[in-house]
């Protein structure tokens, strides 16, 4: 069974639960890795600029390794398109922080 946040946003924690071999400190701490790295991120989608493809390859790269599946097809059809998705893939990144927060909260961890 899947488990996906409440948010519709796509995360499969059990992808992460299984990478982890079950571990969920390791879980939890991959997790409050993505949110740190998440903040800044929604900075830079505020204004993209110069490196907005890099920016949405390293969301995307990230978004796949943690089972965010939704945010990592946003973010791949960013990271081909232009800088007019930043809106689309910022809320497509704050869902799925949501949902982190909202699972964080379930398992004890946030």
Same mark, same amino acid.
Not at 72 to 97: C, F, H, I, N, Q
């Given at each position: 069974?899947?488990?996906?946040?409440?948010?519709?946003?796509?995360?499969?924690?059990?992808?992460?639960?299984?990478?982890?071999?079950?571990?969920?400190?390791?879980?939890?701490?991959?997790?409050?890795?993505?949110?740190?790295?998440?903040?800044?991120?929604?900075?830079?989608?505020?204004?993209?600029?110069? &490196?907005?493809?890099?920016? $949405?390859?390293?969301? #995307?790269? *990230?978004?796949?390794?943690?089972? !965010?599946?939704?945010? =990592?097809?946003?973010?791949?059809?960013?990271?081909? &398109?232009?800088?007019?998705? $930043?809106?689309?893939? #910022?809320? *497509?990144?704050?869902?799925?922080? !949501?949902?982190?927060? =909202?699972?964080?909260?379930?398992?004890?961890?946030?």
């Amino acid at each position: 069974m899947r488990r996906r946040g409440s948010s519709g946003a796509g995360m499969e924690f059990d992808y992460l639960e299984g990478f982890a071999a079950g571990d969920m400190q390791v879980v939890t701490e991959v997790l409050a890795l993505f949110q740190g790295q998440a903040e800044g991120w929604r900075v830079k989608l505020e204004a993209p600029g110069e &490196g907005w493809r890099d920016l $949405a390859h390293t969301i #995307k790269g *990230a978004a796949r390794g943690i089972g !965010a599946t939704a945010l =990592g097809d946003v973010a791949d059809r960013a990271e081909r &398109g232009d800088a007019s998705m $930043a809106p689309e893939l #910022k809320t *497509a990144l704050d869902a799925t922080v !949501a949902d982190i927060e =909202g699972y964080l909260t379930r398992i004890g961890g946030g």
